[in-house]
């Protein structure tokens, strides 16, 4: 089975600007969870999707955003970029509803997000 | 509560030694730890994870041991190898079908060094 995929991998912004994130799940899959990882925060959730509906959201402000697909990809948007934006982006999911290991979540490699 | 305290910061071993990473938390309703492993530009990878049901896990060189009562929980890398050098991150989350689904907490992180 392929793993979790992001895209883009590297993504230059400036101040101001929207960026799109965008994360394709492990086939069959139903569940995605978008991380924020900063040398200074560690890995902070952002928000987790499944069916199509947000479950679950973190302390992130209302400039962090996101949405899930029938087929179960998912993108997240960030507004109004600010320097401190800059991390790496996960995308991590989980078999929900299949079998009784439903806890586990499978990483991507993440989206370098820089913003000048 | 929601915090997952995670040392030592940074380790250095000799190949062949037996690193011990600690993470304690608070949450009792945290029912699944995790532990991952990543490297410089990739996603976290898991490696091994427990419930509070069970004291200890192995699965091949990893090891978790967990406290339930001290609400402590560790991994230990036998026969340690320099390719194990990497960044190691305990996490926890409480049952599906909670309030908090599909979301980790993550401790913020050990820095291993394994030397040749």
């Known amino acids: 089975k392929a793993g979790v995929t992001q895209t883009p991998r590297y993504l230059i912004k400036t101040r101001g600007q929207q960026v799109t994130l965008s994360c394709s799940p492990i086939?069959?899959?139903?569940?995605v969870s978008w991380y924020q990882q900063t040398p200074g925060q560690g890995l902070q959730f952002l928000f987790e999707y499944f069916s199509e509906t947000q479950r679950n959201k973190g302390n992130f402000p209302g400039r962090f955003s996101g949405r899930q697909f029938s087929n179960s990809r998912s993108e997240m948007n960030v507004s109004t970029l600010e320097l401190g934006d800059s991390a790496l982006y996960l995308c991590?999911?989980?078999?929900?509803?299949?079998?009784?290991?439903?806890?586990?979540?499978?990483f991507g490699p993440g989206t370098r997000l820089t913003v000048l | 509560q929601q915090q997952v305290k995670q040392s030592p910061q940074s380790l250095i071993v000799q190949k062949g030694g037996i690193p011990i990473i600690n993470c304690a938390y608070e949450?009792?309703?945290?029912?699944?730890f995790p532990w991952y492993q990543q490297f410089p530009g990739k996603g976290p990878a898991l490696l091994i994870a427990i419930r509070p049901d069970v004291s200890e896990k192995k699965e091949g060189r990893f090891t978790i041991s967990f406290n339930k009562s001290a609400k402590q929980f560790s991994l230990h890398i036998m026969d340690s190898q320099p390719g194990d050098s990497a960044t190691y991150f305990c996490?926890?989350?409480?049952?599906?079908?909670?309030?908090?689904?599909?979301?980790?907490?993550f401790g913020q992180g050990t820095t291993l060094q394994v030397k040749p």
């Open positions: 991590a999911s989980s078999p929900v509803g299949r079998g009784p290991v439903t806890d586990t979540q499978y």
């Open positions: 996490a926890a989350s409480r049952k599906r079908g909670s309030s908090n689904t599909g979301k980790l907490i």
């Open positions: 086939s069959g899959h139903r569940s």
């Open positions: 949450n009792t309703a945290f029912d699944y």
